[in-house]
């Protein structure tokens, strides 16, 4: 088989680490070699945005970051048929667009379960046992300071979690053994299945106004945008601490900078924000309450492996015919 005859794909650039190796490990990429009919490579280009020109060159794409938006499949030379994405999310790419065009769009809804509940679990650990300000007081010989940084036991919490998909509901499961009280907001998840995982299903309302910690595991469309905001803030408890590993813009940013500054909540820990990268002038960058990582911190060698043979896997179903699991549906 010629190379013109096989199935050619690309991967986007931002996938490789400084070293130029697969930031996801070169094992995963059996998943590709096994299959003879593709032929892949990284893009020669590095990208924030996929391109017209781009889309012509390859029969499918899988991407990480860069942005794949009705432009793209703009001009009638579009020769991609599948757009993969290297993650759950994919407000990144315009899914109606590119099924408009007959493209299909994949996630990764099944790799990141594990890690992204572990990474939510993180950032509550971090914020109860005060483990920054704990960490910069011992560098500052403030050793006699101790007392003033008590942190927060979890059997006498309540937890709550907007948004119960499969990440939601492996958070539960994880965070059940330590004694809190755990309530659940998802208008598409019944109650039952969060009895199950012991979990009290509760109206968003609610689940803001008892909880001590809010977490965001919703998934970002019109109806979650900003849907944590000045009036919703407002419900929460003095003591309480948002914590959004989703996506930046389910919270409306200036609203969350402001409880912060006045005292309305205690402090919050964000792996995402409305402007990704961050902007040095940001203030979130200089609050001592917050906890900020760069969307990664779920990201280890375990959940990048099993994010790449689970994307390059749909795109090597689709190269044989057959349909992959993990297909994005168009909204209507």
């Known amino acids: 088989m010629s190379n ?44 924030s945005r996929i391109t017209p020109d781009i889309m012509a060159r390859y029969d499918g794409l899988y ?13 009638d030379d579009c020769r991609v048929r599948i757009v993969a994405r290297h993650g759950v999310g994919f407000d990144s790419v315009d899914v109606k667009a590119l099924a408009a065009r007959g493209i299909l769009t994949t996630n990764t809804p099944v790799a990141v379960r594990r890690p992204v509940a572990v990474a939510a679990l993180t950032q509550i650990f971090a914020l109860a046992g005060r483990l920054f300000a704990k960490d910069r007081i011992t560098r500052q010989d403030r050793w006699n300071e101790r007392t003033g940084h008590m942190g927060l036991g ?20 994880l965070a059940r053994p330590f004694g ?26 609610q689940l803001l106004a008892q909880s001590d910690f809010v977490v965001m595991m919703t998934v970002l469309d019109a109806r979650t945008r900003h849907l944590i905001g000045p009036a919703q803030l407002a419900l929460m408890k003095p003591q309480a601490y948002l914590v959004n590993i989703a996506r930046g813009p389910v919270v409306d940013e ?34 001592d309450n917050v906890i900020l990582t760069p969307h990664a911190l779920c990201w280890t ?3 990048f492996d099993a994010i790449a043979r689970e994307g390059l896997g749909c795109i090597v179903d689709f190269s044989l015919g057959r349909r992959p699991a993990s297909v994005v549906p168009a909204p209507a």
Not at 154 to 173: K, Q, Y
């Open 4 to 47: 013109s005859d096989k199935f050619k794909v690309g991967l986007t650039r931002d996938l490789l680490t400084p070293a130029g190796e697969p930031s996801f490990g070169a094992a995963a990429l059996q998943v590709l070699n096994a299959n003879p009919a593709i032929d892949w490579e990284y893009l020669p280009e590095s990208v």
């Open 63 to 75: 991407v990480n970051s860069p942005v794949v938006d009705a432009s793209a499949v703009a001009r």
């Open 154 to 173: 979890l059997t006498t919490r309540t937890l709550g979690v907007v948004g119960a998909g499969g990440i939601g509901r492996e958070f539960l499961a």
């Open 180 to 205: 809190w009280k755990m309530l659940a907001c998802d208008p598409f998840v019944d109650a039952a299945s969060l009895d199950a995982l012991g979990a009290q299903s509760v109206s968003l309302e």
């Open 254 to 287: 200036l609203a969350l900078i402001d409880a912060l500054r006045t005292g309305r909540i205690a402090g919050a820990a964000l792996d995402v924000f409305e402007q990704e990268p961050v902007a040095p002038d940001n203030p979130l960058l200089s609050m």
């Open 301 to 303: 060698d375990e959940c």
